[in-house]
């Protein structure tokens, strides 16, 4: 596939630094094409499977899903990460669906997602949300599901050498980035999975990718290419794990029901409405079904008494952001998106 021109989506040009990693500071505002990644997971191995990606930023993780025929839907905290999302997606021809919404209290049913990913998202919250997300990976992923997720070490060469004098920030709402050891991401994972395994994702650096070869500026294509040589040397070299930068955290659910309501959004996928993610929400707040009103401007809860807003196609499926309903009404089991027309 070739370059996609970058149209009316500036908050990929403005951010590419921030989503992407530091090595793309000087490309802010210059890039005209959308870059492309590889996802590094096998193909899909049935048809139709799903997969969700925390914290989508731009959606670059989405259309390299759709690369490997993954159903891809993105969560963001933040609106406008959202809306740039869907756009990427539909520039890309992709058929993929993005929520706002908190890693914290996903707004997704049990059983759904064969993959789950999350590339340099997590790090920024803090250890209650972390352990909060980590139960809520487990309950939404499908039976057999996968899980790949990439974090920084506290171990790691540099990390050790730039941050190692810093404690994790306390405050839970703070964005900033922390660091754990090996270890302690394998005690944490371990309270909801069996069998978790780790490995090395990059090394003098966190979140590089091979790809950036090509989208990197001339003066930091020689840091990003000593960063890739140095991981290929710690993935083969038994040890150096514990000094790389950032790791992958992997694991997977064997055991699980059938989710009943993946046929229902599955019969409506063709129509490349967003809104057919509704089929796959509950509400944050009661845990309950969620349906779409008739003027399709909000997901309304019945068993918590709320209605979510939509705006531009998107659920904002925040705890904060439900509006009381003037009169509750009687719980329902009703799910509908809009005719196609």
């Known amino acids: 596939m070739g370059d996609v021109k970058i149209k009316d989506n500036l908050w990929v040009k403005t951010e590419i630094a921030s989503t992407n990693g530091i090595h793309y500071i000087d490309r802010t505002n210059k890039i005209e094409t959308y870059p492309a990644y590889n996802l590094p997971v096998r193909k899909a191995r049935k048809k139709n499977s799903l997969m969700l990606d925390i914290g ?73 949300k972390l352990t909060s997300c980590v139960e809520h990976v487990h309950r939404i992923l499908a039976k057999s599901g996968k899980v790949k997720l990439e974090f920084p070490s506290k171990t790691g060469i540099r ?70 040589i140095s991981t290929f040397f710690a993935r083969i070299i038994p040890g150096l794990k514990y000094l790389a930068d950032s790791i992958y955290v992997k694991t997977e659910k064997p055991h699980g029901p059938q989710n009943t309501l993946i046929p229902h959004f599955l019969k409506h996928h063709w129509l490349k409405q967003n809104l057919n993610i509704v089929y796959l929400l509950q509400c944050p707040i009661s845990g309950g079904p969620v349906y779409l009103s008739k003027d399709a401007q909000y997901v309304i809860s019945d068993n918590a008494g709320v209605k979510y807003p939509i705006i531009e196609e998107i659920p904002i499926m925040l705890k904060r952001a439900a509006i009381p309903m003037e009169k509750k009404r009687v719980p329902t089991e009703g799910y509908q998106v809009p005719d196609a027309g």
């Open 159 to 228: 990390n050790k050498m730039k941050y190692g004098h810093l404690e994790n920030d306390m405050d839970i709402s703070s964005l900033h980035v922390r660091y754990y050891s090996i270890p302690e991401y394998m005690e944490i994972f371990k309270k909801h999975f069996a069998k978790v395994r780790t490995s090395v994702h990059s090394f003098l650096g966190i979140g590089v990718l091979p790809e950036d070869m090509k989208y990197v500026s001339m003066k930091n294509k020689p840091l990003v290419a000593i960063s890739l």
């Open 56 to 128: 989508t930023g731009w959606g670059r993780w989405l259309v390299a899903a759709s690369r490997k025929n993954y159903i891809p839907i993105g969560i963001d905290l933040k609106f406008e990460h959202a809306q740039s999302t869907l756009k990427t997606i539909r520039q890309h021809d992709v058929n993929g669906y993005v929520v706002v919404g908190d890693l914290q209290d996903m707004p997704f049913q049990e059983n759904l997602f064969d993959l789950v990913w999350s590339f340099s998202v997590i790090q920024h919250t803090h250890f209650d």
